[in-house]
Nanobody, 132 residues
Framework: QVQLVESGGGTVQPGGSLRLSCVASGFTMDSYTVGWFRQAPEKGREGVSCITSDDRTYYADSVKGRFTISRDNAKNTVYLEMNSLKFDDSAVYYC??????????????????????????WGKGTPVTVSS
């Protein structure tokens, strides 16, 4: 059974850090582009970051310089290191994977309500709350 399972979410104060993990089972991540999306209450799901099978990384402008995506193929896991967290970073964070890199790169770089989010696999999400 194919699964993506996220973990590492929680509540943190502004300026704090969290590290999210996405573990895959039922398929091998190393040939996929893997990304993180987030959805805040009453807002659409938006791309945050993605990493291609050849380790190219992409970030939304809103998180560039604060978030870092990485992968450990031996553990079939992708990470999202989030630093200098802001109130606006509060959302449910979802892990997703697709065989075609451009399908994830585009919505990460260009936020548009019309972006297709029909990727191969999705996780169920992990909540992140930034609160004082």
């Amino acid at each position: 059974q194919v699964q993506l399972v996220e973990s590492g979410g929680g509540t943190v104060q502004p300026g704090g850090s969290l590290r999210l993990s996405c573990v895959a089972s039922g398929f091998t991540m190393d040939s996929y582009t893997v990304g993180w999306f987030r959805q805040a209450p009453e807002k659409g799901r938006e791309g945050v970051s993605c990493i291609t099978s050849d380790d190219r990384t992409y970030y939304a402008d809103s998180v560039k310089g604060r978030f870092t995506i990485s992968r450990d193929n031996a553990k079939n896991t992708v990470y999202l290191e989030m630093n200098s967290l802001k109130f606006d970073d509060s959302a449910v964070y979802y892990c997703t994977a697709d065989r075609l890199d451009y399908r994830l790169i585009h919505p990460v770089l260009i936020h548009n309500d019309k972006n297709s989010l029909d990727f191969d696999y999705w996780g169920k999400g992990t909540p992140v709350t930034v609160s004082s």
